[in-house]
């Protein structure tokens, strides 16, 4: 679901192919979201602590995590059902 939002290594523009397979960075990512730990405290069976923070920081700073987000929060929507984009303060009032 979220797979076409990631930005695609492109190989005309250099740099390294990917060492990582982005599932397994972006469960580093949510690992450390979720539990609060720090960076360096990642487990082994994960990617690199630096590895994930950089693409982290990328990903942040491009608006990637932005429109993850959007994309969620709409198909959340509409499996229940609603159809129009309130804000939560209005339908709370």
Do not use: K, N
């Not at 523009?13 to 599932?23: A, D, E, K, V």
Request: a positive charge.
């Amino acid at each position: 679901m979220i797979e076409p939002l990631l930005p695609r290594h492109d190989p005309r523009r250099g740099g390294r192919p990917l060492g990582y397979p982005r599932r397994l960075v972006i469960d580093t990512i949510l690992y450390v979201l979720r539990t609060g730990c720090a960076w360096r405290l990642v487990p082994h069976d994960l990617v690199p602590w630096d590895v994930a923070y950089r693409w982290f920081r990328c990903w942040s700073a491009d608006g990637t995590w932005d429109r993850v987000h959007d994309q969620l929060r709409d198909a959340v929507r509409v499996v229940e059902g609603v159809t129009h984009g309130l804000p939560w303060a209005r339908l709370i009032t």
